[in-house]
């Protein structure tokens, strides 16, 4: 089995202003989209292998539907400052394989034979960060040139080669612990939630620190 990290969703303010402070950094914004019949809607940062996504709910009657609910997004953005983990984090798979335990979810925006492999730890552990798994993930600079994103940035960041999460909760579920098991993210006690994003190594020793507009820490 061969997994990547595919992307991270920060559940951030209705209209994701924190992005502005990264554009001006020399970040480049990508193309913003909506999930239709989820609620949600989200400006992205698009790099070499992977993606930076800023999502808020922007429909509570579709994030609270019966079929949206199972994911917890409603709650999780709601909540993101009483507690909740305002994470997500995407693995993508080389060879079709899951690596936690998960169950398909299949929202409206997607065709219908396609489905998202969700954590089962998403039914009742808002502590930690959804997981999931999309069959049709790709490295950013492998896209079509209909669906290409800017993936150049002033700043010079190219590749996403370290994922921390850091979290006030030191015991891992099984599904957590399965995507830790892929070395693809590690796992840090803080006071707070926040995620650290590494940079082609940090070769450079730099780090940008986004908080508290944005649980985030960029090193490169």
């Known amino acids: 089995m061969a997994f990547e990290f595919d992307h991270l969703f920060i559940c951030t303010d209705v209209g994701a202003n924190a992005a502005d402070h990264l554009v001006s950094l020399g970040l480049r914004e990508g193309s913003s989209s909506t999930h239709p019949g989820q609620g949600t809607a989200n400006r992205r940062f698009f ?16 994030a609270k539907s019966d079929l949206i609910n199972p994911t917890h997004l409603w709650e999780r953005w709601r ?5 909740a983990c305002p994470f997500g984090f995407c693995l993508r798979s080389t060879d079709a ?10 929202p409206p925006y997607l065709p219908k034979t396609l489905s998202i492999a969700v954590g089962t730890n998403s039914f009742s552990l808002l502590t930690e ?92």
């Not at 394989?97 to 299949?106: E, P, T, V």
């Not at 612990?177 to 020793?205: H, I, K, P």
Request: negative net charge.
């Open 97 to 106: 394989s899951i690596a936690f335990s998960s169950w398909a979810y299949r």
């Open 129 to 220: 960060p959804m997981l999931f798994q999309t069959p049709f993930g790709q490295r950013p600079d492998h896209f079509s040139a209909e669906k290409a994103q800017p993936i150049n940035h002033p700043l010079g960041l190219r590749e996403i080669t370290r994922v921390e999460f850091v979290s006030p909760h030191t015991i891992p579920s099984p599904e957590l612990q399965a995507v830790l098991d892929t070395r693809q993210l590690s796992l840090r006690t803080g006071v707070d939630y926040s995620v650290e994003l590494g940079f082609d190594q940090e070769t450079q020793g730099q780090k940008i620190d986004f908080r508290p507009d944005l649980p985030l820490v960029i090193c490169y």
């Open 79 to 83: 909540d993101r400052q009483q507690g």
């Open 47 to 62: 790099f070499h292998n992977a993606k930076l996504e800023l999502l808020w709910v922007h429909s509570p009657e579709e």
